[in-house]
């Protein structure tokens, strides 16, 4: 075994010695291309989780500046990163946690005129890590028409859920009447449970070891998660 | 009939009630960002008028949320 392979092998240790993961799962992962749109508190957690658990093409998408209020959820940022745009500072962090991952970063706000561009065949899943229902509405019907898995994620207040849609689309779901959502604040722990949930589905899910199409949702006042199937 | 409605059992409910019935009793408004499943499948809200329950359904309700 070369060194580099002996480094790469030891810097998997842990995922490798599980006795439901196998090289053949690693190798599996790491030819992965996953796409995942917002770089905030969700974004940040799925694409360290990936990054460092094999998944090491990641292209990450988003247009916004670094704010003092986003630290208490967004764990890849500092406050010397306050005024810097999120996807440069979140590549960078992510390169530094895996000098071996490929971390492709496009710094524009999703829109109308340019998902056709931005999600395409080429990636395994998109994840929607927006934080709001107008991007998520526009990921998820993108996907749908290309017929591109896509990996749902929501969070706010005390609660989240996610899925991983691939005959169903998010309008089967809800109507766009969700857009009229009341907001609240969160905590952000919160936001790293649910996506280090989510994260863990989609590993399992890109190994064919998790169904698509089944909501899970967590609630953490009443202490439940709950799966429904669509 | 019995229902066990957001994991609590209980047999209060009249028999041949309609998921918005259910809503209704439980004062529980149906906000576009509920989402209700019975017996872990999800319901269309379009159902919810229509959809009867029946004596040992499970019956949960969540709120999907925005954020991210």
Redesign the interface.
């Known amino acids: 075994m070369s060194e580099a392979e002996d480094n790469m092998s030891y810097r998997y240790d842990r995922i490798l010695s599980l006795s439901s993961f196998s090289n053949k799962d690693l190798k599996a992962l790491q030819s992965k291309k996953v796409l995942i749109i917002g770089t905030g508190g969700v974004g940040q957690h799925v694409a360290t989780y990936l990054v460092t658990n094999g998944v090491e093409h990641i292209t990450i998408v988003d247009y916004d500046k670094v704010e003092i209020s986003n630290l208490n959820r967004q764990i890849l940022l500092t406050e010397d990163d306050v005024g810097k745009y999120k996807v440069n500072v979140v590549k960078n962090a992510l390169s530094k946690r895996n000098k071996d991952s490929n971390i492709k970063s496009i710094n524009i706000k999703l829109d109308n005129s340019n998902v056709n561009e931005i999600i395409t065949n080429a990636y395994d899943i998109v994840v929607d890590a927006l934080d709001n229902w107008e991007g998520k509405f526009l990921i998820s019907d993108e996907c749908h028409k290309k017929n591109i898995p896509f990996l749902h994620i929501g969070v706010d207040g005390m609660s989240g859920q996610f899925c991983v849609f691939q005959n169903k689309s998010l309008k089967d779901l809800l109507s766009s009447e969700v857009k009229k959502e009341v907001r609240d604040g969160v905590m952000g722990p919160v936001v790293g449970a649910v996506s280090s949930l989510a994260s863990t589905y989609l590993m399992q899910y890109l190994l064919n070891k998790k169904p698509t199409d089944h909501l899970i949702s967590v609630d953490f006042i009443g202490n439940k998660i709950t799966t429904i199937k669509l | 009939m019995r229902l066990k409605v957001?994991?609590v059992n209980s047999n209060e409910y009249k028999s041949g009630i309609t998921i918005q019935d259910l809503l209704d009793y439980k004062h529980i408004e149906a906000?576009?960002?509920l989402?209700i499943?019975v017996n872990?499948?999800?319901v269309k809200?379009e159902l919810f008028k229509s959809h009867i329950l029946n004596d040992g359904d499970e019956v949960?309700m969540?709120?999907?949320?925005?954020?991210?």
């Open positions: 957001n994991s906000v576009p960002w989402v499943s872990g499948v999800f809200r949960e969540i709120y999907v949320r925005g954020g991210g």
